[in-house]
């Protein structure tokens, strides 16, 4: 799954694009449906007052697509949401706080990648339901900003209510606000949906304007949302012992310890990301999409433990399994999830404490209460995050062994286009559907791990594209066809992207394919010292591409968890990544996409092992645990080394073996077959199946020897 090169705290904000929850979607639906639309005749009585201005052109091209705001009345397309009711009341919140403009991220207090429907804001504002963007309301304005995948969307699902602009910086924001804001006046914001540098970033922008920046703690769009989805009312789970090595309590006292070995002696830790929390209690929720995470904060100190939750979740076994009826070091104190604020407040007033946050992942409601500075200890990621970036010995297996089950969903699937592909009977939705159903049929099987990216033709050249009703593409023979998927499984998160091509490729379409998967292979096979950064190798994955003017636009690759995020931080190939050490997963995913004609992405999850080398230790390199052959029509074995080559046959080699295990046991007899069909290893230069230049040399010149005797 693509990972753009962005902040983690930019994620809801980033990536996958693709991200569209089906919870959210089903909201909007349900609130379009109460929208005050355009009468029906309202498209005639544009097009008619266009004819008279002779601008029909753009009339016409815009009729069941994007909205056209010129016109008079303005054409609104019936996926545009009326905005107007919540613009008022949300007005009327802003006068009452005395403010002039309001600005809606499109993220939560976690600042996480994927947001509950309950945190959609930004779409209830808006009727924008693209995963990135801010939204500014000011007494008589509105506008939104979102980047270049998402510019038609927006005109498609907004009214003329809003302006879109397409800088998506905070500086181009605050320049606005500069224009639109009178001198002296406030800017409202809700700090818990500010990380601390974008609280910065607007600060700097605005602090020799006259203009400032108004914390307000209580949400405003909340108070006008009067349909406002709740938080699930589902149990919390913990984690079988199946797939568990550390116990909650070994966890807690192991990240003791790494506060007590910190020159800077905290006394408290504050952890914010939701998958923090998940981790160090072993536990699991379902209020985010496609993650099993849960509402939560911790403030663990040496010899306390604070839960914040919401409480009713908890059941008596859990209570049990926390400990919760004590108040010892190893006793876990459950707090109401809202009063994580007040808590921080009182737990910094006594005398002698610090607290140890991670930046990336703290709101600036929480770390603006953490006052004198001299209370404050800060690092990029908490030891938290660093410390679940390296599974134990049991997390590996079990990774590993989700891997393997998911192989045999991805080739059930693949196997399926094949047969349907050439009858005309699949679409870019129904493959994605089918490749969900493929996986939900494989034990310990938890749904999709974000919402697949199922792409033909023109459609594959948009990196970030996921199929709706108005973009679906039929499947065909003759087009390229990409997806990026995956699944949540109770013992692991996959992620996987193959790209094929069930006709005849052009020779273009051959190379790029072989370049990307050079890139692949490079990375994959490259041996490093421990501790290198993602960021000094990445460049392994495009050399073959750079070679010929060609290159990508997106990351090349991110951590992957254990039944938790499918992105997970703060592992992977972007400058704010930590060096990797044995035990981290990461995805390798480079690709090249043709506008207007295909896309090719190849990506694999691989596990950070050691090595030997000749004359150094401590050396490690990757093991791909994504076990799904390439397409081999599109393979132009011209351009591989011999290094890339053995390295492609051992990897056949290991799909044979273990998911061949693997189809055996589950009886899938034709599955297998198709596998071993597509696992045939490639005729390496120098082996016996295959004939060097040097060879065909000495065999012309017998022949010549042979006709001279003659």
Request: proline letters at 5%.
């Amino acid at each position: 799954m693509l990972l753009r090169a962005t902040p983690p705290h930019t994620f809801t904000h980033t990536l996958h694009a693709t991200s569209d929850p089906q919870p959210l979607r089903v909201w909007i639906c349900s609130q379009r449906a109460r929208s005050v639309k355009m009468p029906s005749f309202s498209w005639l009585l544009a097009l008619y007052l266009a004819a008279l201005t002779g601008n029909t052109d753009g009339a016409v091209a815009r009729e069941s697509t994007e909205r056209n705001c010129s016109l008079t009345p303005p054409y609104l397309p019936s996926t545009a949401v009326n905005t107007s009711l919540q613009l008022e009341e949300l007005r009327v919140q802003m006068r009452a706080m005395n403010i002039s403009a309001y600005i809606i991220p499109a993220t939560d207090a976690h600042l996480s990648e994927y947001i509950a429907p309950r945190d959609a804001r930004l779409a209830f504002m808006t009727g924008f339901t693209g995963s990135a963007g801010t939204a500014v309301v000011t007494l008589n304005k509105a506008a939104l900003w979102t980047d270049s995948r998402y510019w038609v969307q927006a005109e498609r699902q907004m009214d003329c209510n809003w302006e879109l602009e397409k800088d998506v910086s905070i500086s181009s924001v605050a320049e606005w606000l500069i224009s639109e804001v009178p001198k002296g006046d406030e800017i409202g914001f809700d700090p818990f949906l500010f990380s601390l540098k974008t609280q910065g970033d607007y600060n700097i922008n605005l602090e020799s304007t006259d203009r400032s920046l108004k914390s307000i703690t209580e949400n405003l769009v909340d108070k006008v949302w009067k349909e406002r989805p709740s938080v699930p009312p589902d149990s919390l789970t913990r984690l079988p012992d199946r797939v568990i090595q550390r116990t909650w309590q070994e966890k807690v006292e192991h990240i003791r310890t790494q506060m007590g070995d910190n020159p800077y002696k905290p006394t408290g830790l504050l952890l914010s990301a939701l998958d923090e929390t998940a981790w160090l209690f072993n536990m699991r929720g379902n209020d985010i999409p496609y993650n099993p995470f849960f509402y939560s904060y911790t403030l663990l100190t040496m010899d306390e433990i604070w839960l914040f939750l919401h409480v009713e979740r908890v059941t008596e076994e859990l209570k049990v399994y926390l400990n919760a009826s004590c108040e010892g070091a190893l006793c876990v104190q459950l707090k109401g999830y809202d009063t994580i604020l007040d808590h921080l407040k009182n737990y910094v007033t006594r005398p002698g404490v610090k607290v140890w946050i991670g930046t990336e992942y703290t709101n600036y409601a929480l770390y603006e209460v953490i006052t004198p500075q001299d209370k404050l200890l800060t690092s990029s990621y908490s030891p938290v995050l660093t410390t679940k970036a390296v599974k134990d010995e049991t997390e590996q297996q079990i990774l590993r062994d989700a891997h393997v089950r998911d192989a045999v969903a991805v080739i059930q699937f693949l196997m399926w286009l094949e047969k349907t592909v050439p009858e005309g009977n699949a679409t870019e939705l129904t493959a994605a559907e089918y490749v969900d159903k493929c996986r939900s049929k494989q034990k310990d099987s938890r749904g999709p791990s974000f919402a697949t990216i199922s792409a033909s033709g023109p459609n594959a050249a948009l990196a970030h594209y996921s199929p709706t009703k108005e973009t679906n593409r039929r499947l065909t023979v003759d087009e390229m066809y990409l997806v990026d998927s995956g699944g949540q499984y109770l013992d692991g998160t996959t992620d996987i992207t193959r790209t094929v091509h069930w006709g005849k490729p052009t020779e273009m379409q051959k190379e790029a394919f072989t370049r990307v998967l050079m890139g692949n292979i490079e990375i994959s096979r490259t041996i490093f010292p421990s501790g290198t950064r993602g960021v000094n190798m990445e460049m392994l994955g495009r050399r073959a591409l750079w070679e010929v003017g060609l290159n990508y636009g997106h990351g090349t690759g991110h951590g992957v968890g254990n039944y938790f995020g499918v992105h997970e931080w703060p592992v992977g190939f972007q400058s704010n990544n930590i060096g990797f050490r044995a035990g981290m997963f990461t995805s390798i995913e480079p690709g090249y996409y043709k506008e207007n004609d295909f896309g090719i992405r190849i990506e694999d999850v691989a596990v950070v092992v050691p090595v030997q080398t000749k004359y150094g230790n401590n050396y490690l390199t990757f093991d791909t645990v994504s076990l799904v052959p390439y397409d081999r029509k599109l393979i132009d074995m011209s351009l591989l080394s011999s290094e890339q080559l053995h390295w492609l046959n051992k990897y056949y080699e290991t799909i044979r073996s273990l998911v061949g295990a693997e189809l055996d046991n589950q009886g899938l007899r034709e599955e297998k077959d198709w596998m071993l069909r597509n696992t045939e290893p490639f005729a390496e230069i120098g082996s016996s199946a295959s004939v060097s230049s040097s060879s065909l040399t000495l065999i012309a010149l017998a022949v010549a020897m042979l006709h001279n005797i003659v």
